[in-house]
């Protein structure tokens, strides 16, 4: 018996492995078996499976049972039950779906929690995906093949997506040919899928990369002829992959590199790397040159050579360049601004430029007789001996000097000297500048300076300059009149010897070693006498940021401080009032909240046997009782209404609303919205136009608040229609995740000058319209609240006398905005 048992279970497996790869391999033979043959392997199957255990009676009264009875689908089911594959059967007559439990633990499910129904199944699958399922576009279909087989996206209990692979076969069809039982098998092939993005993913990388490169490159058989080559090829030289491919890439070489074609290649054979320039050919003719790095690698399983050219053109350009900088040197020494002079290390005059020899007045032959106290002022000849000794012991050096023209006349110039190769022996050369404008605005700078120090005299502030020594080196009038002495008297002093609102009791100048450190600081120091004193300090910076000094800025503050402590004992006040409105305003929201529950409590039950009345199981009620009834329903659900905007405005003050964001179908969301006013409808006869994009289906949004919004702005849109009038619902995309909802009118419309203020709280058009169509005003508002928590938008459209649209634009994937109120609330 456990022989046969065995027997069985490996033919169950088998017939199951069968159906499924039947749907899986390409094999063209495993495709064209019929419908027949799934029949006779199926009832062998059972025939086997039973056999032994049943006790029926002979061999020849179960196998009449067997072919009595229709493809008995759910014992396959059973006894497939612990098989290591996920298993299905579709009645189509039935609508009903059932699977193993592998099926169901392949997402992570127990199989208790799988519903035997064809919705079931579409609620796990991704919305891409449904137009995949084979239900869905198999259903009533005669064309369909026996065998079939799909990939889509299923959502596992944890909340992620996962490919599975759906094979299927019909095993059974009606007189028309359209399919009444299917059965098949689910695979997970998630981590196939992951796998094959991975695998694209690299291959994506490699040819970004490949053909990202600026280089040229090639890649070659060991024949030289070229099997791929990249963008950068086919850009620089003008031809296209199809032109170069199975073509060797010396037929595109210079004619004079082709006597070195053979020498190229050997040595690459040989060392298996070379490097060397070369020139290609374009398409259009141009020349372009190349240094090529070639070496053998493998290439698709096989040897294959890697040729990485680079452009040289530019720097084939730059040596031709610099060919002809002897030329261009001469024109630049001739025509630059400056005095250029060469010396020999006994300062005799080798080579002077032409602005040398113009500026001061000789001409060259002349000029390169003289020695350098020639041209230079008898003041500062003396320091000529001076300055060859700084060149030579620091290899440059940087000097001022007057020099003197051939008339006699003066001017003053800046000589950088530096000790120059050349020939193989050490040189001066020396730039001379005319600094003539630099001497004029350094004339002008200390002009400056004395109008600077007249200013700073002229402030109320006491202004001292420091040096890293904390000795002050300036000081204007009101620091002096402070200090007690004349200017000439302060200049020099340290800090701690003078100046004791800067001291502080450990007798150290914080602010002074502040402004050392670079450090901006500011204290206040309090004086024997009351006085209260504002000390700033400011480092002095070097244009390359070093620190030589700094500035220190006193001001006493004693009456600015006596105002700020005023204006603090105000604020103070009017934060303890402002306290009080807060406490006042939270009990107004208490007791808003309580009043509300209060009157909802007697409310549902005037409701209630309101209801009970008008559905007559109370008693008959005749015309005048029945319109009694309707009026105290009408009213009571009115009063409801606002008893709802009164605890909904007493959450938002109190901070106390809740979003919780889920997937919620949108057609489900409209239709119940006008479940809920369809007595209004009723009554007005207004007709409903409803236009739902088939695109949409579901959106990420608080589903509780949705209706809300929903049935304010049908509210609305009922009460300003007139009688018989119709009401249009337009919901579509709106650019890629937005969805647009448009709820229109064509009642009496809004004036433009209430438009801008709709949506502010208690806002109504106007007396007459308010005692007519009754109202708050807390609708709109309370819509406003919640569009702006989904991060979406409203707005109204209107045109007076011809009806009006409200325009909602929500993100098909919401997310909560993080606040806790939305009070003042912008205008659209």
């Given at each position: 018996?456990?022989s ?5 279970l ?16 390409p ?43 229709q ?25 009903t ?65 996962k ?11 009606d ?21 094959e ?50 073509t ?45 790095s ?21 720097r ?62 008898p ?115 340290l ?38 004193w ?68 007697p ?9 009970l ?8 009620l ?20 606002l ?95 937005m ?40 609708g ?49």
């Amino acid at each position: 018996m456990r022989s046969y048992t065995k027997r069985v279970l490996f033919l169950s497996t088998l017939l199951v492995l069968f159906i499924s790869l039947s749907n899986i391999a390409p094999a063209p033979d495993l495709r064209v078996l019929s419908i027949q043959h799934y029949d006779l392997l199926i009832l062998l199957f059972f025939f086997l499976l039973l056999a032994p255990v049943l006790k029926m009676g002979s061999m020849s009264s179960l196998s009449n049972r067997l072919f009595r009875d229709q493809y008995p689908f759910h014992d396959l089911k059973t006894a497939l039950e612990d098989a290591d594959l996920g298993v299905w059967e579709l009645d189509m007559e039935k609508g009903t779906l059932d699977v193993n439990k592998c099926w169901a633990c392949m997402l992570g499910y127990d199989p208790e929690e799988i519903k035997p129904h064809l919705s079931f199944w579409n609620k796990l699958a991704h919305p891409d995906d449904w137009k995949n399922l084979f239900f869905n576009s198999f259903h009533g279909s005669k064309d369909i093949n026996d065998n079939f087989r799909h990939e889509i996206r299923m959502l596992a209990k944890h909340g992620v997506w996962k490919w599975v692979a759906v094979n299927g076969t019909v095993v059974l069809r009606d007189a028309q040919g359209s399919p009444l039982k299917i059965i098949g098998t689910q695979l997970d092939i998630d981590n196939i899928k992951k796998a094959e993005k991975e695998i694209a993913h690299s291959e994506h990388k490699f040819r970004t990369l490949f053909h990202s490169a600026n280089d040229l490159i090639f890649i070659q058989d060991m024949d030289m002829n070229i099997l791929e080559m990249n963008d950068a090829a086919s850009k620089h030289l003008g031809y296209s992959r199809e032109q170069m491919v199975d073509t060797k890439l010396f037929a595109i070489t210079s004619e004079e590199f082709h006597s070195k074609e053979q020498e190229m290649q050997n040595a690459l054979f040989k060392n298996r790397y070379y490097v060397y320039e070369t020139s290609y050919i374009c398409n259009d003719g141009a020349v372009l040159p190349v240094e090529v790095s070639s070496r053998i690698i493998y290439y698709e399983n096989r040897q294959a050579v890697l040729s990485i050219a680079k452009d040289i053109s530019r720097r084939k350009r730059v040596e031709s360049a610099l060919t002809q900088s002897e030329n261009k040197f001469r024109y630049i020494f001739d025509n630059v601004n400056d005095e250029i002079f060469m010396q020999d290390m006994d300062l005799n005059l080798l080579e002077v430029n032409q602005v040398a020899c113009q500026r001061l007045g000789y001409a060259k032959k002349e000029l390169l007789k003289l020695r350098p106290e020639d041209i230079e002022t008898p003041d500062n000849s003396p320091l000529i001996k001076s300055r060859v000794t700084a060149i030579n012991l620091f290899d440059h050096g940087i000097f001022e000097s007057e020099h003197l023209r051939s008339d006699g006349t003066t001017y003053p110039v800046e000589l950088s000297s530096s000790i120059v190769e050349l020939d193989g022996k050490r040189r001066i050369l020396t730039i001379v500048r005319d600094i003539t404008e630099r001497k004029e605005a350094e004339a002008a700078v200390r002009k400056h300076e004395i109008e600077k120090e007249m200013i700073l005299d002229g402030m109320e502030e006491q202004v001292v300059y420091h040096d890293l020594d904390m000795r002050i080196l300036w000081a204007n009038k009101a620091a002096c009149k402070f200090f007690n002495n004349e200017r000439s008297i302060v200049i020099g002093k340290l800090c701690n010897e003078i100046w004791p609102v800067g001291i502080d009791s450990n007798g150290n100048c914080a602010i002074m070693q502040a402004n050392i450190q670079g450090i901006s600081r500011e204290i206040e120091r309090t004086t024997p006498d009351g006085r209260i004193w504002s000390v700033k300090g400011y480092p002095l910076k070097e244009r390359r940021g070093d620190v030589n000094g700094g500035i220190v800025v006193t001001l006493d503050i004693t009456e600015r401080k006596k105002a700020q402590e005023q204006i603090q004992k105000f604020n103070r006040e009017l934060l303890r009032m402002n306290e009080e409105l807060k406490s006042v305003d939270r009990i107004k929201n208490e007791f808003l909240a309580n009043l509300g529950h209060e009157l909802k409590t007697p409310l549902s039950s005037v409701i209630g046997y309101s209801e009970l009345l008008d559905s007559l199981t109370l008693g008959e009620l005749n015309d005048v009782q029945k319109k009694a009834s309707e009026s105290i329903y009408r009213n009571a659900e009115r009063l409801r209404s606002l008893i709802d905007s009164l605890l909904y405005l007493s959450y938002v003050n109190s901070g106390k609303i809740e979003y919780n964001f889920e997937l919620m179908h949108i057609r489900s969301a409209i239709d119940e919205a006008l479940a809920n006013v369809a007595r209004k409808l009723e009554d007005k006869g207004i007709t409903v136009d409803t236009r739902i994009s088939h695109e949409i289906s579901f959106m990420k949004a608080e589903p509780q608040k949705i209706q809300e919004l929903l049935h304010n702005i049908l509210d609305n849109a009922i009460k300003f229609s007139h009688e018989g009038g119709k009401i249009e619902i337009a919901v579509y995309s709106e650019e890629e995740d937005m969805l647009k909802i448009e709820v229109s009118d064509h009642g009496i419309g809004i004036p433009d000058g209430h438009l801008n203020s709709l949506f502010t709280l208690f806002h109504q058009l106007d007396s007459s319209m308010n005692r007519r169509y009754g109202g708050t005003g807390v609708g709109l508002y309370i819509c406003k609240n919640i569009i702006m928590a989904h991060n979406g938008s409203i707005w109204v459209t209107s045109k007076e006398g011809e009806g009006t649209t409200v325009h909602v634009s929500l993100p098909l994937k919401g997310k909560i905005v993080e606040r806790k109120e939305y009070i003042d609330l912008p205008d659209n």
